[in-house]
Antibody, heavy 117, light 108 residues
């Protein structure tokens, strides 16, 4: 199993970023996926979830209305569109495969997002 | 929201020692859906235990999890140098999924 995030970087408050996660080594189209972030203020936080087919989606209250999760099962890619970014969104964003029922059995190496002027 | 409180915040031990880490939930964790992760500096978390007591693939048997309801424990029977890291618990019995704040296991 390999999960590789990309798209992180430095962005000004109010700006946007799109994270991608390339998956390999497992049947992506059958797997539930998540974005989990680690921030200095709140530690580890699951920010978004998407079901295998994309029909069921969850967002943490802290990002609801600002972040959008999506996936392309034909390309084995997971995305997180982040808009209206705030300084407290700064942290490392991990793509995480769900092992079953809600724990995370594989994680990517993380993408650093810094929101600062 | 289920709040997970881990103790101690920092645990200072020596290689070969036994480590006992605690995770207490603010309310019952349904079906004992509690996981433990290890995070080395600069790396992503790694799943150790799920379902409170089931070891994940390729996890050495010196790691064991126990507990139910609101009180859970991770024990590392004999510490190896590579075990010194930060450990997190996570509950997936309720929404939202939540993590504890972590226990830093450091070399004494």
């Amino acid at each position: 199993v390999q999960l590789v995030e990309s798209g992180g970087g430095l962005v000004q408050p109010g700006g946007s970023l799109r994270l991608s996660c390339a998956a390999s080594g497992f049947i992506f189209k059958s797997s539930e996926m998540n974005w989990v972030r680690q921030t200095p203020g709140k530690g580890l936080e699951r920010v978004s979830y998407i079901s295998s087919g994309g029909s069921s989606i969850f967002y943490a209250d802290s990002v609801k209305g600002r972040f959008t999760i999506s996936r392309d099962n034909a390309k084995n890619l997971l995305y997180l569109q982040m808009d209206s970014l705030r300084p407290d969104d700064t942290g490392v964003y991990y793509c995480a495969k769900e092992g079953g029922y809600g724990y995370f059995d594989h994680w990517g190496q993380g993408a650093l997002v810094t929101v600062s002027s | 929201e289920i709040v997970l409180t881990q103790s101690p915040g920092t645990l200072s031990l020596s290689p070969g020692d036994r480590a006992t880490l605690s995770c207490r939930a603010s309310q019952n964790v349904r079906n004992d859906y509690l996981a433990w992760y290890q995070q080395q500096r600069g790396q992503a978390p790694r799943l150790l235990i799920y379902g409170a007591s089931y070891r994940a693939s390729d996890i050495p048997d010196r790691f064991s999890g126990s507990g139910s309801g609101t009180d859970f424990t991770l024990v590392i029977s004999r510490l190896e140098p590579e075990d010194f890291a930060v450990y997190y618990c996570q509950q997936y019995g309720g929404f939202p999924r939540t993590f504890g704040q972590g226990t830093n296991l450091e070399i004494k």
